[in-house]
């Protein structure tokens, strides 16, 4: 079956950078776009970055674009998520997720905390 596993949260300083990592087995990983959400504290999940199969299309949610990058290795069947000059409003819950067949997939999550 689908299985998403997110790694590399921690705590991070304000301006830190930070590199999660997301394992996926049990479908064919360079065939599926790919999307990076999170869940900050008290508020609902929302959608972070996006990349196609290839990795050459990617896209931003506004208050991240310039500072993370959303990149793949489909080798590797692993997704990541790049982040640069973090600030605190980056703390959350993120998820990497796919859908395949109109059903959405979700790892577990890794907590990212930014703070001094």
């Known amino acids: 079956q689908v299985r998403l596993v997110e790694s590399g949260g921690g705590a991070v300083q304000p301006g830190g950078s930070l590199r999660l990592s997301c394992a996926a087995s049990?479908?064919?990983?360079?065939?599926?776009?790919m999307r990076w959400h999170r869940r900050a504290p008290g508020k609902v999940r929302e959608w972070v970055a996006y990349?196609?199969?290839?990795?050459?299309?990617?896209n931003y949610q506004d208050s991240v674009k310039g500072r993370f990058t959303i990149s793949r290795d489909n080798a590797k069947s692993t997704l990541y998520l790049q982040m640069s000059s973090a600030k605190p409003e980056d703390t959350a819950e993120y998820y990497c997720?796919?859908?395949?067949?109109?059903?959405?997939?979700w790892g577990q999550g890794t907590q990212v905390t930014v703070s001094s």
């Open positions: 997720n796919v859908i395949i067949q109109s059903r959405e997939c």
């Open positions: 049990g479908f064919t990983f360079s065939n599926y776009a």
């Open positions: 990349i196609d199969s290839s990795g050459n299309m990617t």
